[in-house]
């Protein structure tokens, strides 16, 4: 995690662009091009994707610290997606970014440690280990408990990775499960205290260590009790923006030092030109100008 902050400070910006690629975003004389090469196709498809998230990533080089790739948008479109996915998590670490890969495994202990070997660590080929993907954060559901995350934490600490583990999620309905009481508290804040156990044995310089959490800018106030249990925990807040979360309920899930937290805008950056009526030429620019945007409006704020 204290790359992921150095790469904040570095641009003074806490927050992440979200790529989760939909053929209706993209620029029609992108998707024209890749479709007449290879036609109405699984190819023709990733071939535009990977086109549109290159201009993206050069366009927000210099202004955004990290982007996230959800990978569900990727595996739609079979191997060629995945293989488009893959390409984009090497081309921005080229530029410098740190990648979150937004996947949210998880399962019973021995398929957990699959997950994590395919995404955090290594995979054994006949004594051989190699790298299946290579991004340097992944996202995990923590609800099948520890025995699921625990592969995640070990391949973190051996590969200097990092988790973001899901907490109080942004969607509508999250509180029909996550806002129950047990024993007194709310399923999310028993949630967040084994989060800060799960991290407790790795803090890094900047007092937040390898085990982050997922907390939503749509509920605030669910986020300011969470930011109190979990003290060395980054969080990654996703709901600005198109789902109505706004820049003043992000607040609670950062420190008094400003760190604490990275916001992530997928829709709001990605079809910027579309919300403003221009151009599929100018989708970078208006990208990019939406980023800083974003960005002058959250540390205003915090």
């Not at 990648?99 to 995404?119: E, F, P, Q």
């Not at 198109?242 to 604490?260: E, M, R, S, T």
Request: aromatic share 8%.
């Amino acid at each position: 995690m204290d790359k992921l902050i150095e790469k904040i400070k570095e641009k003074q910006n806490p927050s992440v662009a979200g790529l989760d690629p939909k053929l209706d975003y993209i620029p029609a004389h992108i998707l024209d091009k890749h479709i007449k090469e290879h036609g109405k196709t699984l190819q023709g498809a990733a071939g535009a994707i990977l086109e549109f998230n290159k201009g993206l990533i050069d366009a927000l080089e210099g202004v955004v610290p990290a982007v996230k790739p959800q990978s569900a948008y990727y595996e739609s479109y079979g191997l060629p997606g995945l293989s488009a996915m893959h390409e984009t998590i090497s081309y921005a670490q080229q530029k410098g970014m740190y990648v979150i890969l937004d996947v949210k495994r998880n399962d019973i202990g021995s398929t957990a440690g699959a997950y994590s070997a395919a995404y955090l660590g290594e995979t054994d080929v006949c004594g051989e280990k190699v790298r299946a993907f290579t991004p340097d954060c992944v996202t995990v559901n923590g609800y099948l408990g520890t025995d699921g995350v625990a592969p995640f934490v070990k391949d973190c600490e051996a590969f200097d990775k990092d988790i973001f583990v899901l907490v109080k999620t942004s969607n509508p309905s999250s509180g029909e499960l996550q806002d129950l009481k047990a024993d007194g508290e709310a399923v999310y804040e028993k949630m967040a205290k084994l989060v800060d156990g799960w991290g407790s044995g790795n803090i890094g310089k900047y007092g937040y260590s390898h085990v982050g959490c997922v907390v939503g800018a749509t509920w605030p106030q669910q986020a300011e009790v969470a930011r109190k249990l979990m003290p060395h925990a980054y969080f990654l807040v996703p709901g600005y923006g198109a789902q109505g979360g706004g820049a003043k309920d992000v607040v609670p899930c950062f420190n008094k030092d400003g760190l604490g937290a990275i916001v992530n805008s997928s829709r709001g950056i990605m079809c910027a030109y579309q919300k403003q009526g221009l151009s599929g030429e100018a989708f970078a620019e208006a990208a990019r100008a939406e980023a800083i945007r974003m960005r002058d409006e959250i540390t205003a704020c915090i």
